[in-house]
Nanobody, 122 residues
Framework: QLQASGGGLVQAGGSLRLSCAAS????????MGWFRQAPGKEREFVAT????????YYADSVQGRFTISRDNTRNTVYLQMNSLKPEDTAVYYC?????????????????WGQGTQVTVSS
């Protein structure tokens, strides 16, 4: 089970930190990812991190502005979002992968959180 939190309303240029708490699995054994879905658009990949944090990948649109991290002692993955833009407005979902290595592909994630709304005003 995944529980995402930390969304909200922020002005362009501002920051937010999303958290996703996991339970019911051995958190430290699998990769985690963040995806987002804007109104009228398909869900898209944002960032992913391997089980041991050694491998991290970002979508080009967030590279240099967002940082994914995880704390395996707290069973939590984070997404620090800086320099937010109106086009970052979306529902953000955390997801747990089926194995150790990170992935940018939705179908390689088998558990999903409920989503948290991020709204960036111009």
């Amino acid at each position: 089970q995944l529980q995402a939190s930390g969304g909200g309303l922020v002005q362009a240029g501002g920051s937010l930190r999303l958290s996703c708490a996991a339970s019911g699995r051995t958190f430290s054994s699998y990769a985690m990812g963040w995806f987002r879905q804007a109104p009228g658009k398909e869900r898209e990949f944002v960032a992913t991190i391997s089980a041991n944090s050694a491998s991290i990948y970002y979508a080009d649109s967030v590279q240099g502005r967002f940082t994914i991290s995880r704390d395996n002692t707290r069973n939590t993955v984070y997404l620090q979002m800086n320099s937010l833009k109106p086009e970052d407005t979306a529902v953000y979902y955390c997801a747990a992968g089926g194995w150790f290595y990170p992935s940018t592909r939705e179908y390689e994630y088998n558990s999903w959180g409920q989503g948290t709304q991020v709204t960036v005003s111009s």
